[in-house]
């Protein structure tokens, strides 16, 4: 049972345009979602987080926005750079991250030049 | 920046040796995780401790075992290494709230 999902695999976006990434999410009880990006051989590097009192938040080039009616949240990054280009992880937790993170199965993005 | 380290970062063993992955955070954080993940994969919770003396089974079964003696350090440890174990293993530490910080990972490869 898959409590975070991301259904791309993966997203190709061309350099400067704005990267959208989407994540659904079953679990009633998740307060607290998280945005990580990894690159291969590394451990994920945490981007951004929201908590379920806000619908968005941003940070530079980085904007998460939570829908909780629909259990959806979404990563914009604009402009896009080449430098983006990784696997982005969403993750959900419980008790305002209290409780172990959940991760969906990732989306691969490529930024063409 | 993350104060959170393993080692190795590579290793590569035969079939029936007994290993031990080394994580260690200097954050003084309470809580410890290791994730596995296969390439393409989501990251699978296979154990975590909220704090000394106490570790928990993950969502994903695992014949690995860990042990929390210090704050800082979380070892994980393989008895008797087999292919199927051929991996990348992530250690990650958070505070009681918040997000969590992961160390570099090992790609463990069994032969």
């Known amino acids: 049972d898959q409590q975070v999902k991301q259904n791309s695999p993966s997203l190709s976006v061309q350099e400067g345009r704005i990267s959208i990434l989407n994540c659904d999410y079953t679990n009633s009880m998740f307060d607290y979602f998280l945005w990580y990006k990894k690159y291969p051989a590394e451990g994920p590097t945490f981007l951004i987080s929201i908590s379920s009192i806000k619908d968005k938040n941003e940070d530079g080039r980085f904007t998460v926005f939570l829908n909780k009616s629909a259990k959806h949240l979404s990563l914009h990054i604009v402009p896009s750079q080449p430098g983006d280009s990784a696997v982005y992880f969403c993750?959900?937790?419980?008790?305002?991250?209290?409780?172990?993170?959940?991760f969906g199965q990732g989306t691969r993005l490529t930024i063409n030049p | 920046e993350a104060d959170i380290y393993q080692t190795p970062r590579y290793l590569v063993i035969g079939t029936g040796k007994k290993i031990t992955l080394e994580c260690s955070q200097t954050m003084g954080h309470d809580k410890m995780y290791w994730y596995q993940q296969d390439p393409g994969m989501e990251l699978h919770l296979i154990h975590y401790?909220?704090?000394?003396?106490?570790?928990e089974k993950g969502d994903l079964s695992s014949e690995s075992t860990v042990s929390r003696i210090r704050t800082e350090h979380f070892p994980l440890t393989l008895e008797s290494a087999r292919p199927s174990h051929t991996s990348q293993y992530l250690c990650a530490s958070s505070a009681s709230v918040g997000e969590a910080f992961f160390g570099q990972g090992t790609r463990l490869t069994v032969v």
């Open positions: 993750a959900a937790s419980a008790y305002r991250g209290a409780q172990k993170l959940v």
């Open positions: 401790s909220y704090g000394v003396n106490s570790t």
